[in-house]
Each structure stands twice: as C-alpha cells, then as structure tokens.
C-alpha cells in the first residue's frame, strides 16, 4: 500500500516526544516515510518555509500540504492507510478524547517530572552548557502563557496517571495489551510518547513506573512497534519538493481530507480572507496566510513561499486561535 502513496516527510528530531508519537504511527501503518531532522530550538528558516511561522515539532508534508498538530497527522495517517487502523470501530469519540487529554494534561505532568534537576542532568549530559542555556530560553519563550507544574506537584500526579492507564489495561476483562483493546489505537500512542521520554530520555527517573508493571509490559509492546521504513532526507529537498508540487499542480483540493466541503464559519471571516492562526498556549507563534478552509475539524492556510512556493498549511481546529490578519 505505501508505495502508491506520495511522499510523506517528517520533520522531527530524535529527542522530541511527540515527533515518537508520528514515528510510531508512521510504524503501526507500516509506511515509507522521509526523515527530516530539523532544529530543536530556533531560528528554523527552512521550517519556517514551510509553515510561514509555526515552529512546533513535528511536522509533516506531502508536497506542497504542510499538516501541523499530531492529532491532525493522525487523522490524515488514518486517511492515507486506513488498516491497521489508529480508530477502531465503535472507540473514535473515545479515542480522541483520551488522545487529547494524554497530549496536554498527561504530558505536561511528565515533562514537569522529567524537568526536575535529575532529569535536566541526563537529558543534557555532554550538551554544552551554552546550549543547554538557549534551549531552556527557547522553551520559555514558547511556554510563557501557560502555567508550569512544578516537579513536586508533578510527581504525585504523574504516579496517580500512571495507576490510571493501568487500571485501563486491567479493566477489559484483562490484562489486555491496549488501553482500549486488543489492538494499539490512537489512546496508545497519544499516551505513550510522555513516558517514553521518562523511560529513554531521562531513564535515572524510570523508577517511577515500578509501581505498575502492566503499564511497563505496555510500554515494551508498544516500543516493539517500530517506526516503519524511515528514509534520510534533507530540508532542502522537501523544500523543492514542495515547490516542484506547487509548480505542477497548484492549489488543488486534497483527497485525504474526507470533509473538504464544508465551511463552518465561527469567526464572520470569509474564505479568500487574509488571517493568522496560532495555538492557544504551547508555541504561540502565528502563521499569516489566506483562508482557504475552514471545516468542522480544521483550517487551511495559503501562503507563499520564495523556496517553497504555494504552500497549503494545516491546522486542526481544537487548540488554535483564527483571527483576522
């Protein structure tokens, strides 16, 4: 199945949790994908080319579409290779909302683990101190609407999360091997990559977990998924990729979006309309554009590019902010 599809491109580094979650469904859907390894913390000019100012990781393209936000790329995934499926029958509402949950509450509670001084220690070891430095500034300055839990506080609720997700793979008649099931699904992968940077990034404070061994049996099924077939790639040639896709097609309407059609206007801006979009919280830089969609579950942004050409940008509508440029 993969080999008929287009080019999908990654772009990612190796140490962002939820760049491991796209790795991991790019994995469960058995893709070729191309790996694009792009900078932890700013200036990311070739990003940039791409997004038109949303710098969060990860990204990912397809010619000339440039899809942001995981929970957008998962619906798209589902889309581009339906089996095996991130949304069994009958669990895409239950899905979803877990998913959203483990992305944000789950997740800021592990990192405010992760990040206490032990944690900090050995994910930077061998790091330069400089650079240690401007990365702890690039996270301020992306991080400075919301309010940080602190690693105290953290813990405790990272311990009761953890009981909960057991208690998930406990409840089904089990022990069952999924948070919903017999077979991973979007819960999973949304769940999952908080802790793996507990267990692979900062391993000194994976003691955290013995006090659920289910979780950790999940944790080595889900790991033993892999990442697919990943093909090393570049910035510069996902750039031309999108201009050549640009130069070829033009903005058409895109095929893995089942609900192209629909515009629901919440905003009294009109399609053709210059706005930005930016998230709510977490990397609140906005991207300028023209509204080319506004459906149900997303916005479409066009933009131009002097690399990358006439680029379309993806965001989902839950968590980002449309105004009026």
Known sequence: MSEALPD????????????????????HKRLT?????????????????????????PFLQIGNDVLCDTALIATVLEHLAPTPSLFPEGQKGLNRTVAQWADSTLFWTAMGYNFQPAGLA??????????AKAFGADRAAMT???????????????????????????????????????APSLADFAAYHPLWFTQNRVPTLATIFDATPAVQDW????AAIGHGDMVKSTAAEAIAASASASSAGGPKSLNFFPDDEVFQDEHGLALGAEVTIAAESFGPEATLGTLLAATRTRYT?????????????????????LKAA
């Open 8 to 27: 999908i491109y990654l772009h990612h580094y190796p140490m962002s949790p939820f760049a491991e979650k796209v790795r991991l469904m790019l994995g």
């Open 33 to 57: 994908w191309k790996s694009v390894i792009v900078p932890s913390i700013a200036p990311k000019p070739d990003v940039v080319a791409l997004t038109g100012g949303y710098r969060k990781t």
């Open 122 to 131: 050995q994910a930077f070891a061998g790091v330069a101190p400089e650079a």
């Open 144 to 182: 400075h609407n919301m309010t940080r839990i602190r690693p105290a506080d953290a813990a405790a609720a990272y311990k009761s999360y953890l009981r909960r997700l057991s208690d998930m793979l406990h409840e089904q008649g089990g022990p069952a091997p999924y948070l919903l099931g017999s």
């Open 219 to 222: 944790l080595a099924r889900m």
């Open 301 to 321: 942004l066009l933009r131009q590019d002097e690399r990358a050409g006439t680029v379309r940008v993806h965001f989902p509508r839950v968590g980002y902010v």
